[in-house]
């Protein structure tokens, strides 16, 4: 190829991906202002007490496992005692089934 032909081929090449460039550092742009007004909003929020401390508390609730905490407590109040129960009612019904 000769110059000539090389610099056309870079020139167009160049005018396409203008806008492409051009787009990319806009939204570039929109993300940092976002991002940025988002600091500024969860600073805003986070200084208010009441919500500073429900933020903290649910903090140490994940620090502390208190999810699995939960499961537990979940699991040996109602599922291990609905098993139960329902054992009774099965033996509650072979003893009255046989004394009607």
Excluded: W
């Excluded at 929109?30 to 649910?58: D, E, M, S, Y």
């Amino acid at each position: 190829m000769s110059e000539e032909t090389q610099k056309k081929a870079s020139n167009k090449n160049t005018q396409l991906t203008q806008p492409i460039k051009h787009g990319l550092e806009k939204g570039l742009h929109g993300g940092k202002k976002a991002i940025g007004i988002g600091i500024k909003f969860t600073n805003f929020v986070t200084n208010i007490p009441f919500i500073a401390h429900l933020i903290r508390a649910a903090e140490r609730f994940t620090d502390r496992m208190g999810n699995q905490f939960g499961a537990a407590i979940t699991y040996f109040s109602f599922l291990s005692i609905n098993s139960r129960i329902n054992a009774l009612f099965c033996l509650c019904g072979f003893y009255f089934s046989f004394k009607p």
